[in-house]
């Protein structure tokens, strides 16, 4: 198993440095993806990719794209450079990454597996995001008719890198902040397995947040949406999985 950590970076300057000192224990390969950030951000990207040379490399997008756009962008370069698997982490510190080392466990036992982070919240989670995030869930169990995925907007996962290759040849995945839920849900249609880990979750109080309220939760409701009608004509498949 080949494995590298993807990273979104949008105007994170003050905590990609912190999250990438915390990655040099694992010895693993870093692809930065810099999804059109200021001009301070992507000195502090750069100066991190010359520093760190021999295992973090650095990608420029040339304008902000989201998300999803900035994680695909990822996934096609950990492709090009053959690695099998990547994980994905966010840019903001907030995610526990000594849990790490029971993600690579986890996809080295289950190599075919989607290994998905579950949040484990500590009081700083704001309750709008909370009680969001509980709507968004069940929104999943609905469509994928299943309680498998425990939570679908963790954007701490690890991911097998030749099912999300051929999802990405046949389908345009959500750009923004609707990728996490978009992406799961029609990888587990493509009959992809799921594994679930607990994972600490902290919102540091001065950290940046790029989820606008109204926007972002207007395109999460359009994805469910979309995936409901998408998963109406999968129904007999869906059940016949559980059998």
């Known amino acids: 198993m080949s494995l590298c950590i993807i990273i979104p970076v949008y105007n994170h300057k003050d905590a990609i440095g912190h999250v990438v000192e915390q990655l040099k224990p694992f010895k693993i390969s870093c ?27 650095l990608y420029e997008r ?35 990454l000594e849990d790490i080392a029971q993600f690579v466990q986890a996809s080295e036992q289950y190599p075919q597996y989607l290994i998905l982070g579950q949040p484990q919240f500590d009081a700083s989670v704001p309750k709008s995001r909370l009680y969001g995030r509980q709507f968004t869930n069940l929104w999943i169990w609905i469509n994928t008719l299943s309680f498998t995925i425990a939570d679908g907007m963790c954007g ?45 979750v902290h919102y540091p109080l001065d950290g ?29 498949k869906l059940i016949m999985r559980h059998f």
């Open 62 to 96: 040339a304008e902000n794209g989201g998300k999803g756009a900035a994680v695909v962008d990822g996934f096609q370069l950990a492709i090009k450079k053959g690695f099998s698997h990547a994980i994905q982490i966010d840019a903001d510190g907030q995610h526990k």
């Open 156 to 200: 701490f996962r690890c991911y097998p890198l030749a099912a999300t290759a051929q999802l990405l040849r046949s389908n345009t995945v959500g750009q923004g902040m609707d990728f996490d839920i978009d992406i799961v849900v029609r990888l587990y249609w493509q009959g992809v397995d799921m594994l679930n880990i607990k994972t600490d």
């Open 208 to 236: 940046v947040s790029h989820f606008q309220l109204l926007q972002d939760n207007i395109l999460i409701s359009r994805i469910h949406a979309q995936l409901f009608f998408g998963m109406l004509w999968r129904i007999p």
């Open 31 to 57: 692809l930065l993806i810099n999804d059109g950030s200021s001009e301070d951000c992507t000195a502090v990207l750069q100066q991190i990719a010359k520093q760190h040379s021999s295992w973090v490399t």
